[in-house]
T-cell receptor
Framework: EDQVTQSPEALRLQEGESSSLNCSYTVSGLRGLFWYRQDPGKGPEFLFTLYSAGEEKEKERLKATLTKKESFLHITAPKPEDSATYLCAVLANSGGYQKVTFGTGTKLQVIP | GAVVSQHPSWVICKSGTSVKIECRSLDFQATTMFWYRQFPKQSLMLMATSNEGSKATYEQGVEKDKFLINHASLTLSTLTVTSAHPEDSSFYIC????????????FGPGTRLTVL
C-alpha cells in the first residue's frame, strides 16, 4: 500500500528563520511528487512537481528536492505570508491505473 | 498558469436532496479529473478518478451510487451527491490533470457542502 508521511505536523518559525519540511514516501512506480500549499477553506495551490531523484526546483523562497525515499521543501528566510499548510502528494502506478496519495500536511506558522 | 474552477463554492441543502458540483478546467484540456473530500484539519482523501468519456474509478469505500461522477468533456466534470445526509457535509475539491511528460494536477478552489 502506498504511504506518504509528512513531518513535522506543525512548525512555528520566526520571520527569517529558515527550515525544511519533510515528505517520506513508500510507493511503487512513482510518476511524480507534488508540493502544494493550502490556506484555510481553500483548495490547494500548486507549487512544484518533481519527477526523478536528484531533481530540484525553486520558486521565490521555496526549494524542493527529491530522493528515492523522500522530498524536502526548504523555506529560506520565511515571511508571515508563507504561513499555510504544505501538502505533498505522490502520483504512482497502482493496480493498473494511476493514483494520487496525499500526506497529512505540515502546518507552518511564521511569526513576525 | 492552469486554472480550475468549481461551482458552487458554498452550498447548504436539506437532508435527502441532491447537490451537483461542477469542475472546469478553464484554459487547458484535462486528460483526467480527480475528486477529493477533505474533513476539517485532515488531508485530502481521493474519492474517484474521472476520465473523459468513460466511467469513473472509485476508491475503496466510496459509494458510486451516492457520488455520481460525469465527465462530459475534456474541460468539465461533475460530482452529484445524491440523497445527501449530514455526514456528507465536507469540503469537496476537484483537480484536473495535465498529462504527458510533465504530469501535474491543478486544484479547484473547493466547494463547501453543508447538509442540514
Amino acid at each position: 500500500e502506498d504511504q506518504v508521511t509528512q513531518s513535522p505536523e506543525a512548525l512555528r518559525l520566526q520571520e527569517g528563520e529558515s527550515s525544511s519540511l519533510n515528505c517520506s514516501y513508500t510507493v511503487s512506480g512513482l510518476r511524480g511528487l507534488f508540493w502544494y500549499r493550502q490556506d484555510p477553506g481553500k483548495g490547494p495551490e500548486f507549487l512544484f512537481t518533481l519527477y526523478s531523484a536528484g531533481e530540484e526546483k525553486e520558486k521565490e523562497r521555496l526549494k524542493a528536492t527529491l530522493t528515492k525515499k523522500e522530498s524536502f521543501l526548504h523555506i529560506t528566510a520565511p515571511k508571515p505570508e508563507d504561513s499555510a499548510t504544505y501538502l505533498c502528494a505522490v502520483l504512482a502506478n497502482s493496480g493498473g491505473y494511476q493514483k494520487v496519495t496525499f500526506g497529512t500536511g505540515t502546518k507552518l506558522q511564521v511569526i513576525p | 498558469g492552469a486554472v480550475v474552477s468549481q461551482h458552487p463554492s458554498w452550498v447548504i441543502c436539506k437532508s435527502g436532496t441532491s447537490v451537483k458540483i461542477e469542475c472546469r478546467s478553464l484554459d487547458f484540456q484535462a486528460t483526467t479529473m480527480f475528486w477529493y473530500r477533505q474533513f476539517p484539519k485532515q488531508s485530502l482523501m481521493l474519492m474517484a478518478t474521472s476520465n473523459e468519456g468513460s466511467k469513473a474509478t472509485y476508491e475503496q469505500g466510496v459509494e458510486k451510487d451516492k457520488f455520481l461522477i460525469n465527465h462530459a468533456s475534456l474541460t468539465l466534470s461533475t460530482l452529484t451527491v445524491t440523497s445527501a445526509h449530514p455526514e456528507d457535509s465536507s469540503f469537496y475539491i476537484c483537480s484536473a490533470r495535465v498529462g504527458g511528460t510533465k504530469d501535474t494536477q491543478y486544484f479547484g478552489p473547493g466547494t463547501r457542502l453543508t447538509v442540514l
